[in-house]
């Protein structure tokens, strides 16, 4: 079964970095793209990036590009986050997810991690 198991939220000022971990255990090859979505209060669960174990690909929603950065380890046991110039508008619960393919649509990823809350505030 696959447990994915978030880590490395926390308050940070506007302008901050923080660095998000995930945790991959039971995963076998059909879950070959991971991604992170995550949720504001009173919103719904949206798109933040994705990328693939194969080849390292990714994807990005517009709203993060340039400032956020997903990558894998070659153990193929955590994905991460890095978010830079973070802003009070990507305060949210991020959460991280597993699926067959890759896509912006969190349907396609039937795996969930519990998320970890990230709040931008000064």
């Known amino acids: 079964q696959v447990q994915l198991v978030e880590s490395g939220g926390g308050l940070v000022q506007p302008g901050g970095s923080l660095k998000l971990s995930c945790a991959v255990s039971g995963r076998t090859s059909s879950q070959d793209v991971m991604g992170w979505f995550r949720q504001a209060p009173g919103k719904e669960r949206e798109f933040v990036a994705t990328?693939?174990?194969?080849?390292?690909?990714?994807s990005y929603a517009d709203s993060v590009k340039g400032r956020f950065t997903m990558s894998r380890d070659n153990t193929k046991t955590q994905v991460y986050l890095q978010m830079n110039n973070l802003k009070p508008e990507d305060t949210a619960v991020y959460h991280c997810?597993?699926?067959?393919?890759?896509?912006?649509?969190?349907?396609?990823?039937?795996?969930w991690g519990q998320g970890t809350q990230v709040t931008v505030s000064s």
């Open positions: 990328i693939n174990w194969s080849d390292g690909s990714t």
């Open positions: 997810a597993a699926g067959s393919m890759t896509s912006a649509n969190m349907r396609q990823f039937p795996y």
